[in-house]
């Protein structure tokens, strides 16, 4: 399973986009996905109707903050905080705290859900994750959870680990 953890990163009013595109271009441009997974400025479409013309438009749920899916690390936190725009983290003394699983379930920012292509006993390869490139066995699936129980061969040896659902891929044989 991914040790990555939500965060919530405070911006200046109107940077939300901005900051979090920042984010992401830099991930890119230096291959950091395993550090900053997901970035996201929560939004909900609004439909206002005035003087019998209907708008539509998207309404951002939390205004200046955004929402940082990563490992904390001296790198991924000065990415986020050193970002034009970005303000600091929500925590005491601007000291990142991650959300709880509750607080996650709550906000709703987790809408991924991962389909599962594999059963108990099928041989699977790992495409993305700390774990790339490993094949194994899946032992278990936690579908609330979203992760897979799994034995990898690791230095000759057969070894447990936990892996997000969407990480897994069947192997054919």
């Keep these: 399973m991914s040790e990555a953890k939500w965060y919530i990163l405070h911006t200046y009013s109107g940077y939300e986009n901005k900051v979090a595109g920042n984010i992401m ?3 890119e441009n230096n291959n950091l996905h395993h550090l ?6 929560p939004t909900e479409t609004v439909v206002e109707e005035h003087d019998g013309k209907t708008k539509t438009y998207e309404s951002k749920l939390f205004p200046s903050y955004v929402y940082v899916k990563m490992i904390l690390t001296d790198e991924s936190w000065y990415i986020c905080r ?11 003394g601007s000291k990142p705290i991650p959300l709880t699983d509750e607080e996650v379930k709550n ?5 991924k859900v991962a389909e599962i292509s594999f ?7 790992i495409v993305s994750g700390s774990l790339e490139g490993f094949e194994g066995t899946v032992d278990s699936i936690d579908e609330e959870n979203g992760t897979a129980q799994v034995t990898v061969s ?20």
Excluded: Y
Excluded at 107 to 111: A, M, N, R, S
Excluded at 119 to 125: C, P, R
């Design 82 to 92: 050193n970002t034009r725009g970005c303000t600091g983290f929500v925590g005491p």
């Design 119 to 125: 059963a108990v006993g099928d041989t699977i390869k």
């Design 154 to 173: 690791m230095f000759g040896r057969p070894t447990p680990a936990t892996v997000e659902i969407s990480a897994v891929q069947k192997v054919e044989i």
């Design 36 to 41: 900053i997974e997901e970035v996201m400025v």
């Design 25 to 27: 271009k830099v991930v």
């Design 107 to 111: 906000l709703g920012v987790t809408t």
